[in-house]
């Protein structure tokens, strides 16, 4: 795809890069992809023998590998390869009535008893996710993301795809950067024009596309100012209050100064997302059914010797723990915003205490 041409010069330099809106791509065209009123660039596309991609996921910023072989096996998967062979476990299924699918972790609903998901998780079986899928295809209300990880309940032919993956290159990823174990294998089976918006997660990912193409905008963990993510104890902890089909600017005004980094994978493309990187993930437009692997590990421990400045993702950790710490204090969660706003409020502004 045309992106990596744009990048080749020096994918690594700081202000290289071409605007992502320049760039088109093989096997999909801009009309396929939503409409956001913020800039972007484009995120390199390099051979994983490439010592600059290597150079990127050291520092930690995003990557698209378009030749690891790493789900080589996976790639002849489609809905009939997988209805045949998964099994008859139950699968994880979100439904929504829009093409959003903002997460929300169930475990904290009850802090937040208003909240009203706009999707819902239902456990079903494999066959019954098709049927539902086939159903919104032609012109159900409803819309469905499958989004399950992977175990054992998996058929034989699926096993051994997965034994095929290329766990030699990934291993190595994870031991030459001292990551944590490998926590789980997301499968996600997706409608064409459905969105996954803006989150974080405090994890590192490595997103093997399988079928289809999705469009993956990123942004470094320092534009936490203009994301607005929900406070820790919601339900939608991590993810980002701002509508990108449209924003609030008197509510988000940070949100102006939002500049993203972005790429669209294909089947072979693997992305490295960045622990604490936001990402909106979007299956594209009339683009058929997307399949997607993910394989997210645990962070790096944090080392003995901390280096100042501190980088931006350890200054969000902070907050968190912050947020989590008040909330335990002060017994309610609800207690948090007003305590953290009466410290602040009138007597943080470094114009007025000068
Ligand atoms: O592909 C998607 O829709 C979302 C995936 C995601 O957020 C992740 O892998 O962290």
Redesign the pocket.
């Known amino acids: 795809m045309a992106a990596a041409t744009a990048v080749e010069a020096d994918p690594t330099a700081a202000d290289g890069g071409a605007g992502f809106s320049e760039l088109h791509g093989a096997g999909w065209t801009e009309s396929q992809l939503r409409k956001y009123p913020f800039q972007t660039r484009a995120i390199p596309r390099l051979s994983h023998t490439d010592p600059r991609a290597e150079l990127l996921i050291n520092k930690e910023e995003p990557v698209v590998l378009t030749d690891t072989n790493l789900v080589y096996p996976a790639l002849k998967w489609d809905v009939n390869y997988l209805e045949e062979n998964i099994g008859n476990g139950d699968f994880s299924v979100y439904i929504a009535e829009k093409h959003k ?1 903002l ?1 929300y972790d169930e475990k904290k609903m009850s802090n937040f008893e208003n909240f009203v998901p706009k999707s819902r998780r239902e456990d079903m079986k494999f066959s019954e996710f098709v049927e539902k899928m086939h159903e919104a295809q032609v012109g159900g209300e409803q819309r469905v ?1 499958l ?1 399950q990880t992977l175990n054992d309940t998996v058929g034989k032919k699926i096993v051994v795809d997965f034994l095929g993956f290329n766990w030699n290159w990934i291993n190595k990823q994870q031991s030459k950067r001292n990551w944590g174990p490998l926590t789980s294998n ?1 499968l ?1 089976i ?1 409608m064409e024009g ?3 918006p803006a ?1 974080y ?1 405090e994890q590192q ?1 490595f ?1 093997a596309q399988i079928r289809g193409h ?1 469009r993956c905008i990123l942004f470094p963990p320092d534009q936490f100012d203009c994301l607005y993510p929900y406070p820790v104890h919601h339900p939608c902890d991590r993810q980002s209050q701002v509508d990108f089909e449209n924003p609030d600017y008197d509510k988000f005004p940070n949100f102006k100064n939002v500049v993203g980094y972005e790429t669209v994978v294909g089947p072979g493309d693997v992305l490295y ?1 960045p622990m604490y990187w936001w ?1 909106h ?3 594209l437009l009339n683009g058929g059914v ?1 399949i ?1 692997v ?1 394989f ?1 590990y645990k962070g790096a421990p944090t080392p003995k010797r901390i280096e100042y400045p501190l980088k931006a993702h350890q200054k969000v950790a902070i907050m968190r723990n912050i947020e989590k710490m008040l909330g335990e204090a002060l017994g309610d969660p609800h207690e948090v915003g007003p305590l953290l706003n009466m410290m602040i409020k009138g007597r943080y502004d470094e114009q007025a205490l000068s």
Do not use: A, M, P
């Open positions: 699918f997460y993301y989004q997301l996600l997706g459905n969105v996954t989150h997660d990912n997103f999705k997302i990402h993930i979007e299956s997307t997607t993910n997210w």
